[in-house]
């Protein structure tokens, strides 16, 4: 099985060196690993070149996080080669031995499965997106390769802000499974971030959620910083990438569950 996976880095000098030696030592070895070094002013590139990865070194880019992680999986993503499966591997998560090996084995079981990814420890999650969709993390998901063409139109990456969140709820708008295997192991070396809900906020502006939805999950999760950040976004004339097909597959959801009071794993 052909494995191309790529690693977004920007400054990791203290968790790329452990992130990178999980990805050697799979069971099931990448035929290709992608480095994207985002204009690192540390150690990182010293780090990245002690392995036998592809590198790609960007500019330093002013944008904001959003923005930026689409536009370096973009510049990985023009490198892909032949592959079957791409992944997707922040620079601050480990991957068990096993983990691409097992993956494979999900997608071989299943050929409708789109996407998947195993459990990231030392990371707080419901498991679902808003509360609707299972959700497979960004940071050490894997695609099929028919999954990855249709969801970007072709191999290089569609650089949309909240990516992950997008190719999760697009990947089954086009009718495929997205799962997460909780038996198949992960582990974040950076703990979440301060300012998270804040961001959330923010993104929720940029994808075009309606204000009702926002609120009532900033209420549910006793976040007022998700408020402060839609509305930051707002006002500040934040570009908004509204897409109504996905909007409206959300609102479809969001009823399902509430009159069945379940959402099926598959």
């Not at 290089?156 to 708008?173: C, F, G």
């Not at 993104?203 to 209420?219: D, E, P």
């Not at 990438?241 to 969001?254: D, F, G, M, T």
């Amino acid at each position: 099985m052909r494995i191309s996976v790529i690693v977004p880095a920007y400054n990791e000098e203290k968790f790329i060196e452990k992130s990178l030696s999980s990805l050697v030592q799979q069971t099931l070895k990448p035929r290709q690993i992608i480095v994207v070094n985002d204009g690192s002013t540390d150690q990182t590139l010293k780090i990245v070149s002690k392995f036998p990865v592809t590198i790609v070194s960007l500019p330093v880019k002013k944008k904001a996080m959003i923005e930026r992680v689409p536009y370096v999986l973009k510049a990985g993503s023009r490198l892909l080669e032949d592959f079957d499966y791409v992944g997707i591997l922040d620079a601050d998560t480990v991957l068990e031995p096993e983990y691409y090996e097992k993956l494979v084995r999900c997608f071989q079981k299943d050929e409708n499965l789109g996407i998947a990814g195993g459990k990231l420890n030392n990371q707080p999650s419901t498991g679902l997106i808003l509360g609707l969709i299972p959700y497979v993390y960004g940071c050490n998901r894997l695609y099929t390769k028919e999954c990855w063409l249709q969801i970007n139109g072709g191999k290089v990456m569609k650089p949309v802000p909240t990516w992950d969140t997008y190719h999760n709820i697009l990947a089954r708008m086009l009718g495929f499974k997205t799962r997460r295997f909780d038996y198949i192991q992960s582990w974040a070396l950076r703990q979440a971030g301060k300012g998270k809900a804040f961001n959330k906020g923010y993104c929720s502006y940029q994808i075009g959620y309606y204000w009702q939805f926002l609120l009532l999950r900033a209420i549910k999760n006793y976040s007022p910083k998700m408020i402060a950040g839609y509305l930051k976004a707002k006002f500040s004339g934040e570009k908004q990438y509204p897409i109504k097909p996905y909007v409206r597959y959300l609102q479809s959801c969001r009823l399902k569950r509430l009159l069945i009071k379940s959402w099926p794993e598959a």
